[in-house]
């Protein structure tokens, strides 16, 4: 079994900042991709940010400038630092881990139980 951890989130004025972490913790042989997801009232999920276990990030278009998501490889814990905020960033936001279990070496796809940000105008 595999917790992902989410902190920070929160309320900010739009123009502000917020950073979000994500911990895993557990049975963890390897993860190979860690991700940041969002979703608003009434949308569907959606890609914010990714980084692979070589490094190779992907952001979304709306937030590229704006963003920077990190990883502590070490420490198995993902970051999202957001900068200039704006009301459509207003969602909640997911961590996603995947990799492979140190119990039976199979595939594992976890998912955080999401953390608020809201950005007021």
């Known amino acids: 079994q595999v917790q992902l951890v989410e902190s920070g989130g929160g309320l900010v004025q739009a123009g502000g900042s917020l950073g979000l972490s994500c911990a895993a913790s557990?049975?963890?042989?390897?993860?190979?991709?860690m991700g940041w997801y969002r979703q608003a009232p009434g949308k569907q999920r959606e890609l914010v940010a990714t980084?692979?276990?070589?490094?190779?990030?992907n952001y979304a278009d709306s937030v590229k400038g704006r963003f920077t998501v990190s990883r502590d490889v070490a420490m198995n814990t993902l970051y999202l630092q957001m900068n200039n905020l704006k009301p459509e960033d207003t969602a909640v936001y997911y961590c996603?881990?995947?990799?492979?279990?140190?119990?039976?070496?199979?595939?594992?796809?976890?998912w955080g139980q999401g953390t608020q940000v809201t950005v007021s105008s």
């Open positions: 996603n881990s995947r990799g492979y279990s140190s119990l039976n070496y199979r595939p594992f796809d976890y």
């Open positions: 557990g049975t963890i042989f390897s993860i190979n991709f």
């Open positions: 980084v692979n276990s070589g490094g190779a990030i």
